[in-house]
Antibody, heavy 120, light 107 residues
């Protein structure tokens, strides 16, 4: 069974940093792209970062809204997907979901989400 | 970036109604279009991928069609559990983008 479990959200001041984690199980990480998707309160969905294996390397991609402030990574020894967010802004306030690209161009599994609140 | 425009953004319907939601892309995304359902406070649920392929376990009253820049999600006979917000998403190019959502409420 596939499981994605996020953690690490919380209240942080503008300009601060936070690292989100997503524990993955039930599949081989390197076989799939993984994404972080966020949803601001009462708003729609936004893909913010993606990571996948091409050749022997993990290749990250970022949305313009977080590029330069955010790093997506994976620790294979712990089966943890990370999202390091720096220089946080109030606009980054959202529930952050970890998702799996199940192949055939779709997010087939989602975690339950973790809330990041950026406020002074 | 590929923009996705959903219409309507809100619709009011009755149980048993046929409902159609449209998603228009700002550029050709071939058939790389996905539909999700999200209920309040819940995680999005995959309904349809590849524009028209029903995800395993999704009721057959849901169907998708389209290619290129125009796509539709149809619910043939709306059930009480279908009242939710529906999002389209394109997988043709990064950044992967979502439509703004269509909220389906009970009339």
């Amino acid at each position: 069974e596939v499981y994605l479990v996020e953690s690490g959200g919380g209240l942080v001041q503008p300009g601060g940093s936070l690292r989100l984690s997503c524990a993955v199980s039930g599949f081989t990480f390197s076989d799939h792209y993984m994404d972080w998707v966020r949803q601001a309160p009462g708003k729609g969905l936004e893909c913010v970062a993606r990571i996948g294996v091409r050749g022997n390397s993990f290749i990250p991609e970022y949305a313009a809204s977080v590029n330069g402030r955010t790093t997506i990574s994976f620790d294979g020894s712990k089966n943890l997907l990370y999202l390091q967010m720096n220089r946080l802004k109030t606009d980054d306030t959202a529930v952050y979901f970890c998702t799996r690209d199940g192949g055939k161009y779709r997010f087939d599994y989602w975690g339950q989400g973790t809330l990041v609140a950026v406020s002074s | 970036d590929t923009q996705l425009t959903q219409s309507p953004s809100f619709l009011s319907a009755s149980v048993g109604d046929r409902v159609t939601i449209t998603c228009r892309a700002s550029q050709d995304i071939r058939g790389h279009l996905v539909w999700y359902q999200q209920k309040l406070g819940k995680v999005p649920k995959l309904l349809i991928y590849g524009a028209s392929t029903l995800q395993t376990g999704v009721p057959s009253r849901f169907s998708g069609s389209g290619s290129g820049t125009e796509f539709t999600l149809t619910i043939t006979s709306l059930q009480p559990e279908d009242f939710a917000t529906y999002y389209c998403q394109q997988f043709n190019s990064y950044p992967l983008t979502f439509g703004g959502g269509t909220k389906v409420e009970i009339k």
